[in-house]
């Protein structure tokens, strides 16, 4: 069974930097499409950055574009999301999720749907001060 352990949130003032975590484990972590979701108090879950089973491709929310960055290093089993330039409209519970996916299922109308990912993290809160 595929776990998923996000860790590294925390309250950062705005303007500032943070990178949140994701441990993989139970599978073959390079078989997965990997994503990051946020879900902030009283709104849905919405999407925040993708990245393909290498490395190759990622993919962001046009909120996050410039601003954060999304890698992987399959040896490790972790997929990062380093967040600049931290606005208090960032605040939120940050998941990482998996999706087991062929080839050619990067696009993204898929990538940015929560519904595709097989599997989910317990989230980390990440706080940005004003």
């Known amino acids: 069974q595929v776990q998923l352990v996000e860790s590294g949130g925390g309250l950062v003032q705005a303007g500032g930097s943070l990178r949140v975590s994701c441990t993989f484990s139970?599978?073959?972590?390079?078989?997965?499409?990997m994503g990051w979701f946020r879900q902030a108090p009283g709104k849905e879950r919405e999407f925040v950055a993708a990245?393909?089973?290498?490395?190759?491709?990622?993919y962001y929310a046009d909120s996050v574009r410039g601003r954060f960055t999304i890698s992987r290093d399959n040896a490790k089993n972790t997929v990062y999301l380093q967040m600049n330039s931290l606005k208090p409209e960032d605040t939120a519970v940050y998941y990482c999720?998996?999706?087991?996916?062929?080839?050619?299922?990067?696009?993204?109308?898929?990538?940015?749907?929560?519904?595709?990912?097989?599997?989910w993290g317990q989230g980390t809160q990440v706080t940005v001060s004003s």
């Open positions: 139970g599978r073959t972590f390079s078989n997965y499409i």
């Open positions: 999720a998996a999706d087991l996916s062929t080839v050619n299922a990067f696009l993204p109308h898929r990538i940015r749907n929560q519904y595709e990912y097989d599997y």
């Open positions: 990245i393909s089973w290498a490395g190759s491709s990622t």
